[in-house]
């Protein structure tokens, strides 16, 4: 079965400090994996998506992840966070059929 | 600009009624999704559908049906609400390019937080 697993449901960083945050996957087949952004009583907006054609991935706001398969996972990376990144992001995998299956979420806390 | 339109932002039903979820998109997507969103749990697929009158049961669709009677409008039925249906409900659509397609990102409403007394 595939699915995703972010670990740590909350992560507290320092404004400029470097965010780190993990996802790990399993699938059968080559996967295309998304990051998700959804602040405060809104819905769901894509950061970043990996579809094979590049391993390091750059998305918007100044984020990016990293697809390494000896390693199933698909961590997502700022340099330097601002007190705006705050939000909950989740990583997302499609094998194909359309769907997405959701990892549990991570809630990023920015401290000044 | 994509967009993706649910009709209540916020809404409180009492046990036993029925509800409607409307969702709308003008992206002339074909597939659309309903998820719930529960703390700790993230997105948990209802139903999803991929044509006009097609739908196909997602994860955790007990409770719940839905309607699809027109391309941009998808909605989720709760026949009877229960305390436990009490969540954020979220839709979704995107294109269908190739049925095994996997890379369609998919575009997200403000979300519908109910609350069933």
């Known amino acids: 079965a595939q699915s995703v697993t972010q670990l740590g449901s909350h992560v507290s960083v320092s404004e400029g400090a470097l965010v780190l945050l993990r996802c790990n996957y399993s699938s059968s087949v080559p996967p295309y994996l998304f990051w998700y952004v959804q602040y405060p009583n809104q819905g769901l907006q894509l950061l970043l998506k990996?579809?094979?054609?590049?391993?390091l991935v750059k998305g918007i706001n100044g984020f990016e992840a990293e697809f390494k398969k000896s390693e199933t996972s698909f961590h997502l990376t700022k340099p330097s966070a601002h007190m705006s990144d705050a939000a909950e992001y989740f990583c997302a995998l499609n094998t194909g059929f359309q769907k997405l299956v959701f990892g549990t979420g991570t809630r990023l806390l920015v401290s000044p | 600009d994509v967009k993706v339109t649910q009709s209540s932002r916020y809404l409180v039903k009492r046990t036993g009624e029925k509800v409607f979820l409307e969702c709308v998109q003008d992206m002339d997507h074909e597939n659309m999704f309903w998820y719930r969103q529960d703390p700790g749990l993230g997105l948990r697929l209802i139903y999803f559908?991929?044509?006009?009158?097609?739908?196909e049961k997602g994860d955790i669709p007990e409770g719940y049906s839905v309607s699809r009677e027109k391309k941009e409008r998808f909605s989720l039925i709760l026949e009877s609400a229960s305390t436990n249906q009490t969540s954020m409900y979220l839709c979704a659509s995107s294109l269908r390019i190739g049925w095994l397609a996997g890379y369609n990102e998919q575009f997200f409403g403000p979300g519908t937080r109910l609350t069933v007394l």
């Open positions: 990996y579809t094979s054609a590049a391993t």
């Open positions: 559908s991929y044509d006009v009158k097609m739908k």
